[in-house]
């Protein structure tokens, strides 16, 4: 029995009687189809509780129930405000149309894609490759590789450059735009018969294109080229497409995003067309997929638990538009739905970088629910746009700068006034923690140029982890307008399994990996064969410092188990500390992985070390990172950018786009357990141009305690930090200091303390002053910022993993 049947038989064995009745019935349902397809037997014709002309009937309901009327004195208010407050949408949109009538198309990282004169929707676009003719339900384009991958040709037939251009005929009244919407959207019906092709396979793929058919046609409603004839012919086609979706929804082949993305298409379509015999059963089924799917699938912190923050995008923005039209036709929303999605926002705030771009964690798709304005998910300002709007939210609208062209389109032209009388306001906190995701995010400030620290403590998501990365522990760091430390993205899916399962894999993040073993252990695409066990365990702060502490236990698979636990020091704007301490027994060989920009100028000094001390420098322009190293165990260093064999030094700024970027290794070898002080550290310009760090020399800290490491920062004559880190809590000694606890940071001013933070200790002891003397252990901290008395520091605890 081969191991793909196997898994078939186990899965199988696992199936509730429910899945087994669903999937059973959809089995008879597609055979029945093919039964019809084959002899040509025409399915139902769709039927109307009107007599009117079909595209009467059309413009009827959409002008009585889209987001707004594209129709009449609210058409002309529309086309009033961006002509008098927003120009430049009118003229990127006349610039995009153009190229959208020569066929020229931009897709995925892919650039600009010249489709040809005459547009073949089943070749793939990307390698011009065409699929072959089937029934829907006969591919399988993750398992097979034969045709390549799916994604070109998938975001092709998503449409969603006809929805702009389809925009521009209604900002313009250029009728060359209306023409060439219709001419795509009959040469589309054409050539994808009901049932047949790669266009009819993903229920998903559907309901995006059926959503961005429906934007398009009310855009272009006043066009005199869509005739009776085009509208009942593409009316009938997009019919005959939700109720594929309707028949076939992923509840089970992928109950995740494509649920939510079908149930919104679906409600959108029961709304916008409710005349129609199927509309109820469309509007009812999609407010059961995309409702109950939030329910199911939204963590209590309201990130989306595929954990993936551009699939966390996807999910918040399908409920945007919901609940716009639903809002737009007075029909009351649950209150937990609009709970989750005000939740779900403020999870995009968390992750918001300080420029208005999101980090790349997980999987990213590289396109969108919807491209009214903006392409991808690389920023979603538009969603706290409209969230600001609809929640009104002064943080919110902070973080969205100004109005988004989204915004307008899915709440009128009144959204610009109601987004204008809300006075904008920071955020009032800059320090985060998702617990659910276990993601903890540090900022020092709100401004373009501040910083901004996601430590990644979670696991690889929901159900199978199929969008999740073997990331545990991982951290990215933003600081003066740049990604210092980045996450490498997700380049491509399918029919490249080495390329796939290395943007996915441990070595392709900022983690120590163990004996060359990733974390988890892949599978297939969207699978993983062992998954690794992380958790966050505590975090705190006080005024300049901010700590957190996560753990996995990927590595127990390995003859000799290992634990890792990493602890994350915020220092000010200065620094960030990074503790690694991996705990069992055996002999491993440990590997931090450092991952920069594409951009980056990385440099490591001649024999590797400075005063013993591992030193590495990432220089951007007006920025950079310097990372010094010690550990209990002899270590050394090289760089990587763009390798093939094996793969490493790559980053994918959006799907289907690799750049070689430069990446550093740090190896050691020896007995577990390993304990290790990384402090990174951003770098400025000063005035004679050389970029800098706002301490002067590190070096390594002789202490008494051989599990013991230490590192000290010298500032100037008078100022220094010291940083110990001893993962058995021993007591030691070193200069004039006397320390019993795991963790301490210790600024000193003329031999003087005037900060301390101290983790799990119990005595800390200068020259002249007791810091702390206690009999159990405890967290305590004398502030930098105000040197003033120590407190106890009490924060998120979740003990101690599982």
């Known amino acids: 029995m081969t191991t793909k049947v196997l898994d078939k038989v186990i899965r199988l064995g696992n199936m509730e009687l429910s899945e087994i009745g669903h999937r059973s019935s959809e089995r008879l349902a597609r055979e029945l189809d093919r039964i019809r397809l084959h002899f040509g037997v025409e399915q139902p014709r769709w039927l109307r509780r009107t007599e009117l002309p079909f595209k009467e009937y059309i413009k009827d309901r959409l002008s009585r129930h889209f987001y707004f009327s594209p129709l009449g004195p609210e058409a002309n208010a529309v086309r009033e405000v961006i002509s008098t407050q927003f120009p430049r949408w009118s003229i990127q949109a006349t610039r995009e149309a153009l190229e959208l009538c020569g066929h020229k198309v931009a897709l995925l990282g892919y650039g600009t894609v010249d489709l040809g004169p005459v547009i073949q929707w089943h070749r793939d676009p990307i390698s011009g490759r065409p699929w072959p003719c089937r029934f829907w339900a006969d591919y399988d384009p993750v398992d097979d590789p034969t045709f390549g991958d799916v994604k070109g040709i998938q975001e092709l037939n998503r449409h969603q ?41 993903d229920s998903l793929e559907i309901a995006l294109r059926a959503i961005s058919w429906m934007w398009s046609l009310s855009f272009i409603l006043e066009s005199p080229t869509l005739t009776e004839r085009s509208a009942e012919r593409i009316g009938l ?68 638990a595929e954990l993936s923050s551009y699939y966390h995008c996807y999910a918040t923005d399908l409920v945007i538009q919901a609940v716009a039209l639903c809002r737009r036709n007075g029909i009351e929303v649950p209150a937990p739905v609009t709970t989750h999605l005000e939740q779900m926002l403020e999870v995009v705030a968390c992750l918001q970088r300080p420029d208005g771009s999101l980090p790349l964690l997980g999987d990213d798709d590289g396109g969108r629910a919807l491209m009214l304005g903006r392409r991808d998910y690389r920023a979603f300002t538009d969603g706290l746009c409209t969230g600001a709007v609809l929640y009104d939210r002064p943080d919110f609208k902070f973080l969205a700068g100004e109005l988004a062209e989204e915004t307008f389109w899915f709440l009128g032209p009144q ?100 004996d060359g073993e990733p974390q988890s252990l892949p599978g297939g695409t969207f699978q993983w064969r062992q998954k690794a066990d992380a958790s966050p365990l505590r975090s705190f702060s006080a005024p300049g410092l901010c700590y957190m502490e996560g753990e996995h236990r990927g590595y127990c698979r390995l003859a000799h188990p290992l634990v890792h636990r990493r602890r994350v020091l915020a220092v000010q704007t200065c620094y960030w500390v990074v503790l690694d301490e991996l705990v069992g027994s055996g002999e491993h060989t440990y590997t931090w992985h450092y991952h920069f920009a594409p951009q980056a100028d990385l440099s490591l000094p001649a024999d590797r070390q ?133 963790v301490f940071w210790i600024r000193l001013r003329k031999g003087e303390p005037a900060g301390l933070l101290a983790i799990d200790a119990r005595f800390a002891r200068t020259r002249s002053k007791t810091l702390l003397a206690v009999d159990a252990p405890v967290c305590y901290a004398i502030s930098p910022a105000t040197e003033r008395a120590g407190r106890s520091l009490s924060g998120h605890h979740h003990g101690s993993g599982r």
């Not at 521009?168 to 049932?195: C, H, K, M």
């Not at 009812?284 to 799917?293: H, K, M, P, R, S």
């Not at 380049?491 to 993040?509: I, L």
Request: charged share 20%; hydrophobic share 45%; net charge negative.
């Open 610 to 742: 400075v005063a013993g001390v591992l030193e590495a420098r990432a220089e951007l322009e007006n920025t950079g990172l310097q990372i010094d190293l010690v550990a209990t165990h002899a270590a050394s260093a090289d760089s990587v950018v763009g390798r093939t064999d094996p793969v490493q030094g790559w980053q994918s700024p959006l799907y289907g786009k690799r750049l070689p970027a430069p990446v550093l290794n740090v190896t050691a070898a020896g007995t577990a357990p390993l304990a290790a002080i990384s402090v990174l550290t951003p770098l400025e310009r000063d005035a004679a141009g050389a970029l800098r760090g706002p301490w002067r020399a590190a070096a390594p800290i002789a202490l008494t305690d051989g599990g013991a490491v230490g590192l000290r920062l010298t500032w100037d004559e008078a100022v220094e930090d010291l940083i110990v880190f001893s993962p058995a809590g021993e007591a030691m000694a070193l200069d004039d200091l006397q320390l019993h606890g795991q």
């Open 161 to 201: 450059h006809l929805v702009r251009l389809a925009k521009a005929y209604f900002i313009t009244g250029r009728e060359r735009y209306a023409r060439e919407v219709v001419d795509q959207l009959e040469s589309w019906v054409s050539q994808n018969p009901l049932g047949l092709g790669i266009n009819w396979h």
């Open 237 to 304: 086609s997009l019919f005959s497409q939700l109720d594929h979706v309707y028949r076939y929804p992923s509840v089970y082949f992928s109950p995740n995003t494509h649920v939510l993305g079908e149930g919104a298409a679906l409600l959108m379509a029961g709304v916008l067309f409710d005349s129609l015999d199927s509309s109820e059963a469309w509007r009812i089924t999609g407010e059961q997929l995309l409702f109950d799917g939030l329910e199911q699938q939204v963590l209590e912190d309201g990130m989306h």
């Open 415 to 514: 959204a610009a006034a109601d987004f204008n009388r809300i006075e904008a306001r920071p955020p009032s906190s800059l320090d985060a923690e998702l617990r659910s995701a276990g993601y903890v995010v540090h900022r020092s400030g709100w401004r373009p140029l501040d910083q901004q620290l996601i430590f990644d403590c979670g696991e690889l998501g929901w159900l199978a982890g199929g969008h999740g990365h073997a990331d545990a522990l991982n951290l990215t760091l933003f600081a003066a307008g740049r990604e210092l430390l980045v996450d490498p993205g997700t380049y491509v899916y399918n029919s490249a399994p080495e390329w796939r399962d290395y943007f996915r894999s441990s070595r392709a993040h900022n983690v120590v990996e163990v």
